[in-house]
Every structure is written in structure tokens, then in C-alpha cells.
Nanobody, 120 residues
Framework: QVQLVESGGGLVQPGGSLRLSCEAS????????MGWYRQAPGKQRELVAF???????RYADSVKGRFTISRDNAKSMVYLQMNSLKPDDTAVYLC??????????????WGQGTQVVVYS
């Protein structure tokens, strides 16, 4: 079992920056692939950024060059640095932990989310 707690959301003007944090507890953090997703009102949840247990990253096209995902295994933390924010980035941002064990069992956990509002 993994517990995930996000923080760092808030109100920001276009062009501003925020850094989201996700603290994990309860299991071996380093084995999990970690992701940041977002869900805006009336829209489907979408992947924003992803970092594997080995440190490889990928991003949604809409955030490439603006957002950076990173992890600190020693602290069981994953971060999302968001720069040049746009009103379209407004959403609830959720942290996800995913692990596919060698025995084929899949483990998937979600945090409660943190709200980001980009307003003019």
C-alpha cells in the first residue's frame, strides 16, 4: 500500500510558476513509476508527466518545454516544476504511483490532488 499526498497548488497568473510536490509513504518508493495527471472540469483525466523508476521521463505535448518532473528516492518525493503557466493548465493535479511486479501483479495508487488555477 502506498499513500500519496500532493501539495504546492494555488493561484497564479499566466506566465507564472508553481512547484508541485508529492510525498509517498508506505512502500518501497524507488520501485514505482511516478506520474502527474490533471483533470479539468468537464474533461478527462490526462497524463501530464511521467518518470520511471530508472529516471526516464516523458511529457504531454502541451507541457513540453514548460514542465519538468523529477524524483528524490531518498525522500520518497516526486516534483513537478511548472513554468510559463497558461489558463489551460488550470486543473486538479494528481500524483500516481504504479508498479508491475515481477510476478505480474499491478499496483496503482492515487493521491487526492492539488488544485492549480491560472487566471488573468
Amino acid at each position: 500500500q502506498v499513500q500519496l499526498v500532493e501539495s504546492g497548488g494555488g493561484l497564479v497568473q499566466p506566465g507564472g510558476s508553481l512547484r508541485l510536490s508529492c510525498e509517498a509513504s508506505g512502500s518501497i518508493f524507488s520501485r514505482y513509476d511516478m506520474g502527474w495527471y490533471r483533470q479539468a472540469p468537464g474533461k478527462q483525466r490526462e497524463l501530464v508527466a511521467f518518470i520511471t523508476s530508472g529516471g526516464s521521463t516523458r511529457y504531454a505535448d502541451s507541457v513540453k518545454g514548460r514542465f519538468t518532473i523529477s524524483r528524490d528516492n531518498a525522500k520518497s518525493m516526486v516534483y513537478l516544476q511548472m513554468n510559463s503557466l497558461k489558463p489551460d493548465d488550470t486543473a486538479v493535479y494528481l500524483c500516481n504511483a504504479h508498479w508491475l511486479s515481477g510476478a505480474g501483479y499491478e499496483y496503482d495508487y492515487w493521491g487526492q490532488g492539488t488544485q492549480v488555477v491560472v487566471y488573468s
